[in-house]
Structure formats: C-alpha cells, structure tokens
C-alpha cells in the first residue's frame, strides 16, 4: 500500500504560479511512475504529468507543457508539481497517484495507478 497526502493548492490570479506537493509513505518502491491528474467540475479526470521515479523522465499533457514541471526528491518521498502561468482553465481539484510494479500502457491514463490522494483544490480567477 502506498499513502499519498497533497498540499500547496489555492487561488491564485490568472498569470500566477503555484506549487503543489505529495507526500508519499508506504511501500513506495513497488511504484514505477508517479503522477498529478486534475478534474474540474463536471469533467473527468485527466492526467497532467508523470514521472518515472527511476530515471526521472517526465511525461506531460499538451495543456501544460511549457507552464508545469514535475519533479521529486526520492530521499523525502515527495512529489512536485511547480504551475506557471496559470489559466482561469486550469482550476480543478489536483491529486497525486503512484503506478504499481509495472510500466503502464499510458503513462497519463488514469486507469494505470493503483493510489491516490484526496486531492487539493486550485482555483484561477481571471
């Protein structure tokens, strides 16, 4: 089992940045990839990016390439999520997920992680 706990979310202007954590603890070494999904009210949930713990490789959406940036410090167990120039569309409840022992199909599918967090929520005003 892996336990997740996000922080860092908020309101901010639209332009502004933000930085999300995730708390990771249990048996964290069975998780391949790591990743932020989001999901606004009314919409499903989708994947923003994600992180192959091993070598770092990052993976992201085409909404937020060049604004977000995945990272993590593997010796605190914490996953990042650094958003810049934020958008009145990026406003949805953000959470963190880890994969199990395996390389998903799509590393953004949300189907592919087995836990996740309760979410934190962001909000961008215009």
């Known amino acids: 089992q892996v336990q997740l706990v996000e922080s860092g979310g908020g309101s901010v202007q639209a332009g502004g940045s933000l930085r999300l954590s995730c708390a990771a603890s249990?048996?964290?070494?069975?998780?391949?990839?790591m990743a932020w999904f989001r999901q606004a009210p009314g919409k499903g949930r989708e994947g923003v990016a994600a992180i192959y713990r091993a070598s770092g490789s990052t993976y992201y959406a085409d909404s937020v390439k060049g604004r977000f940036t995945i990272s993590q410090d593997n010796a605190q167990n914490t996953l990042y999520l650094q958003m810049n120039s934020l958008e009145p569309e990026d406003t949805a409840m953000y959470y963190c997920?880890?994969?199990?022992?395996?390389?998903?199909?799509?590393?953004?599918?949300?189907?592919?992680?087995?836990?996740w967090g309760q979410g934190t929520q962001v909000t961008v005003s215009s």
């Open positions: 249990g048996h964290t070494r069975n998780s391949y990839y």
């Open positions: 997920a880890a994969s199990g022992p395996r390389w998903p199909a799509s590393v953004l599918g949300k189907n592919e992680y087995n836990f």
